[in-house]
């Protein structure tokens, strides 16, 4: 049985838009994960850390890790955990100071 983490306090939508030509879907990530995209860059490149050195030390290659900052993929709640593991912080670090959150 495989158990996901989720965050309910965290209402974030991932934009879904269909091209008319080609019939392609395109999924468009929301500012939440282009956050936390620049926030791995921000940390990688403070630890002085290649995308390589960081790839390493999370089972990805260094290709995998570009796309990860660029914004181009979503991390998953596991290999958020590893990154913030290699990047020796905790894992709020790439939540804090998001402003697009709900507040209650």
Not at 15 to 32: C, P
Not at 77 to 99: G, N, P
Request: hydrophobic share 40%.
């Amino acid at each position: 049985m495989r158990r996901h983490l989720t965050i309910a306090a965290l209402h974030l939508p991932v934009r879904i838009t269909v091209r008319s030509q080609g019939a392609t879907e395109r999924k468009s990530l929301s500012a939440f994960s282009q956050h936390i995209a620049q926030r791995v860059r921000s940390r990688r490149r403070q630890l002085n850390m290649t995308q390589h050195a960081l790839g390493h030390a999370c089972g990805l290659s260094a290709q995998q890790i570009q796309k990860c900052e660029s914004g181009a993929v979503e991390l998953s709640a596991a290999r958020l955990w590893l990154m913030s593991k290699a990047l020796k912080t905790d894992i709020l670090y790439f939540f804090a100071d998001f402003e697009g959150s709900r507040k209650q």
